[in-house]
């Protein structure tokens, strides 16, 4: 795959006061893959995505070559709107303190888009509402709803801004999610993955999501990538990355892996 179509970072680093929190992570998101990021706490998968969203600068690297490159080019050589136009991020805590309407929120999603009309917006922020299963909640006021909810309302923002103006644009789309199921319960995790899966797929968008749940990431990943320390373990398809090795590794248990029940192909992780 041709690196104008990848989100990469190579040889990526990131030190906070003394401390090597990033040590020469290289990685690359490809459109139409789902990758999730798993490790420990504290082992830098948000830092990773801190990065990766321009959030944080990354030590330099040799010349002739970006830390975090997205579609070929230099991220730090790119402004907000032009990032914003590409990749979209979901962080762990998205606050907004505004009394707006759920509908109001997603349509916050278009800003990086000023030629989208009115009519476009609407029928985005319709989609955006229908793919993020919270149609029922589109007259409602933000602040009054659930955590769980306004995790899902901001994950369909981030939908909408994904999708904007997608046809119209040859280049690799991404989206960096980091814990989006945290606060929600096991149905609505499920469904908010599906929906990555199926995104990635239809509009071929590459996402990079920061996941806890060890057998989630194996059900909806297409590879995942361990962090431990703040160094790449592994990469791979999940029945490759998920062994009873690595895990140790990464999390200080032990494991059992077997084949999911439900699921051909992939594994099932008994901690314990």
């Not at 990354?58 to 990032?83: F, H, I, K, M, T």
């Not at 923002?157 to 046809?167: C, D, G």
């Not at 929600?184 to 899966?197: A, E, I, N, Y």
Request: charged share 20%; glycine share 8%; hydrophobic share 40%.
């Amino acid at each position: 795959m041709s690196e104008s179509s990848l989100f990469s970072a190579t040889r990526l680093s990131v030190q906070r006061g003394r401390r090597d929190v990033l040590q020469q992570v290289s990685l690359q998101l490809r459109p139409g893959e789902v990758l999730s990021l798993l490790g420990a706490n504290g082992a830098g998968k948000s830092t990773f995505l801190s990065a990766l969203a321009g959030e944080i600068k990354p030590q330099p690297v040799l010349q002739g070559e970006y830390p975090v490159a997205l579609n070929g080019r230099a991220l730090s050589g790119l402004d907000a709107a032009q990032q914003a136009r590409s990749r979209t991020v979901l962080p762990q805590k998205p606050g907004l303190a505004f009394d707006l309407q759920v509908s109001e929120v997603v349509s916050m999603g278009a800003y990086p888009f000023p030629a989208l009309s009115q009519d476009q917006v609407d029928a985005l922020t319709q989609t955006a509402l229908r793919r993020a299963d919270i149609a029922h909640l589109a007259q409602r006021r933000y602040l009054e709803l659930s955590g769980g909810e306004q995790q899902r309302v901001q994950f369909a923002r981030v939908v909408l801004q994904i999708l904007a103006e997608r046809q119209d644009d040859p280049q690799g789309r991404y989206m960096l999610l980091d814990e989006p199921t945290a606060s929600l319960d096991p149905l609505h995790q499920q469904t908010l993955l599906k929906t990555v899966s199926e995104l990635a797929r239809s509009a071929r968008i590459g996402v990079l999501v920061i996941l806890h749940d060890v057998n989630l990431a194996a059900l909806w990943s297409d590879r995942i990538a361990l962090l431990s320390q703040g160094t790449l373990l592994a990469c791979g398809e999940p029945a490759l990355v998920l062994t009873p090795g690595n895990l140790k590794t990464v999390y200080g248990v032990d494991v059992r892996i077997m084949p999911h029940p439900a699921r051909p192909g992939k594994p099932l992780v008994v901690f314990g």
